[in-house]
Nanobody, 126 residues
Framework: QNQLADSGGGSVKAGGSLRLSCAAS???????MGWFRQTPGKGRQGVVV????????YYADSVKDRFAIAQDNSANTVYLQMTSLNPEDSGMYYC????????????????????WGQGTQVTVSS
């Protein structure tokens, strides 16, 4: 059974950093993996996604140059390093895995992702 377990959230002040982890188990042959953020009243918004085999990465404009995704293949774990955090980064973060988009590239659109972690809360105070 494919499962994703995300962790690492917490409360930090603006300018701080956090590292989220996503441990994957089961039959792991996903085309795309990544992180999504959800805030009250909104759907899950793509933060960063990547192709685990080719390494192509796609970031939301709001997090470029501040967030970085990385993988540890030996541990089947994906990390999200978040720096220079601001209050707008707050939300529930979900690890996700799924298929590529229509053009064959990974996409920040959540509809292409079938597997989700349970979520980890990130709160950034000003």
């Amino acid at each position: 059974q494919n499962q994703l377990a995300d962790s690492g959230g917490g409360s930090v002040k603006a300018g701080g950093s956090l590292r989220l982890s996503c441990a994957a188990s089961g039959y792991i042959r996903w085309s795309c993996m990544g992180w999504f953020r959800q805030t009250p009243g909104k759907g899950r918004q793509g933060v960063v996604v990547f192709n685990p085999r080719q390494g192509d990465q796609y970031y939301a404009d709001s997090v470029k140059d501040r967030f970085a995704i990385a993988q540890d293949n030996s541990a089947n774990t994906v990390y999200l390093q978040m720096t220079s955090l601001n209050p707008e980064d707050s939300g529930m973060y979900y690890c996700a895995a799924g298929a590529a988009g229509y053009g064959g590239d990974c996409t920040l659109d959540s509809v292409y992702y079938d597997y989700w972690g349970q979520g980890t809360q990130v709160t950034v105070s000003s």
